[in-house]
């Protein structure tokens, strides 16, 4: 008999649900028991609901499992969130409501002032608002977040400066990867060969979600970290990776060596506690004047760790970067996961 905890995925046929069914193939502390999605997929053979778009193959026992309806009743007690904002705005507190540990990837409920949002490299210890919910208090269930896609690489990259340097200005203009979008997305005849530059409240996510992460706990709230942040958001033709180009001042002077080291030596709670999914260097600084790149560097630490390069002399603020992460890996399913093997070494999943 296994002795992993069950886990089930909501939105489990779209392109976060994918990654997660990926990445929890040989996971050594889950395994997927149940798969749920909308009414269109219910009751139908996961394989047949699903397009799979992922380059490995559907592991053999998910493929055969009939996807269920998405409500709590037969759910594990550990449930990976994939859904759109709308209907997870819906669900996930009827999940949490129901005594279930909700590790989610949407919006809904990110800037809930008792939601934690958490990337345990930066803010662990933000988990503890779990205990100010409501659920928590009537049936034991909680709902933790991560960051949007974009956000994540911005905010692994800042960490480090922010620790050493102090931040007083941030601006950020970003090229992100059509399978943020979803499936199918940005339809091919509005993207190929193409710009656009607007992605539907991700510059308002970006600039809020950045001061929460590096916002400090107080008791039963956060304190928004105190800088600005400007941000910019493009959809550009690319499949996997935001690229983001950053300029920022420090509240100290640091020189170029420093900014580097500072973002090669930065470790967190997920490398203390070797958890599964955390990569070796959350943030790796590639030193070729021409990277990062999706293509070439979209992978790097199994898709979890941050690459930044191209640190240089900004005329208008101190320095300017570029940083490029795995949109459905580190800013998605993978930051999921990580969150969830911080709950589990925390002890909050039972
Ligand atoms: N893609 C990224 O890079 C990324 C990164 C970070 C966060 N996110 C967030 O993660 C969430 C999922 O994104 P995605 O890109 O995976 O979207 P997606 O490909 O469109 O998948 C959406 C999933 O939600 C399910 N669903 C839709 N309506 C539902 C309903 N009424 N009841 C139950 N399930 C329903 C869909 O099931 P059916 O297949 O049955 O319709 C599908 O499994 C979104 O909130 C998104 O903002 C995405």
Not at 191 to 201: C, D, F, R, S, T
Not at 247 to 263: D, N, P, T
Request: hydrophobic share 45%; charged share 20%; net charge neutral.
């Amino acid at each position: 008999m296994s002795t992993k905890l069950p886990v089930g995925i909501l939105g489990a046929t779209g392109v976060v649900g994918q990654r997660f069914i990926q990445m929890l193939e040989h996971h050594p502390w889950f395994e997927v028991v149940w798969l749920a999605a909308s009414d269109r997929s219910e009751a139908r053979p996961y394989a047949e609901a699903a397009r799979w778009r992922l380059k490995t193959a559907i592991p053999s026992n998910v493929a055969n499992m009939t996807v269920s309806a998405a409500t709590p009743e037969g759910a594990p007690k550990i449930i990976f969130a994939a859904l759109d904002a709308g209907i997870a705005r819906e669900l996930e507190p009827q999940f949490a409501a129901a005594g279930c540990a909700v590790v989610s990837n949407s919006s809904a409920l990110r800037m809930q002032s008792d939601v934690p949002l958490v990337i345990p490299e930066v803010n662990g210890d933000h988990i503890k608002l779990i205990e100010c919910q409501s659920w928590r208090r009537k049936s034991g269930g909680y709902v933790v977040t991560n960051s949007n896609c974009s956000a994540m690489g911005l905010v692994l990259a800042l960490a480090p400066l922010y620790r050493r340097f102090g931040l007083e200005t941030v601006m950020v203009v970003t090229m992100q990867a059509v399978s943020g979008a979803g499936y199918p997305g940005v339809a091919s005849l509005d993207i190929l060969g193409n710009v656009i530059p607007y992605i539907a409240k991700e510059e308002e996510k970006m600039e809020e979600e950045t001061q929460k992460l590096l916002g400090k706990l107080n008791g039963s709230s956060i304190i928004p970290a105190p800088f600005p942040v400007s941000a910019q958001c493009n959809r550009v033709a690319v499949e996997d990776g935001h690229t983001e180009s950053v300029a920022v001042r420090l509240s100290k002077k640091a020189a170029s060596e420093e900014i580097v080291e500072a973002w090669n030596d930065f470790r967190g709670e997920a490398q203390e506690l070797r958890l599964p999914s955390a990569p070796e260097q959350p943030v790796s600084y590639l030193t070729a004047a021409d990277r990062p790149q999706p293509r070439f560097d979209v992978d790097l630490g199994a898709g979890m760790t941050t690459a930044v390069g191209r640190l240089r002399k900004c005329n208008v603020l101190d320095w300017k970067f570029t940083v490029l992460s795995h949109n459905t890996i580190r800013g998605a399913a993978g930051a999921a996961l990580l969150n969830a093997e911080l709950l589990k070494a925390r002890g909050y999943l039972g």
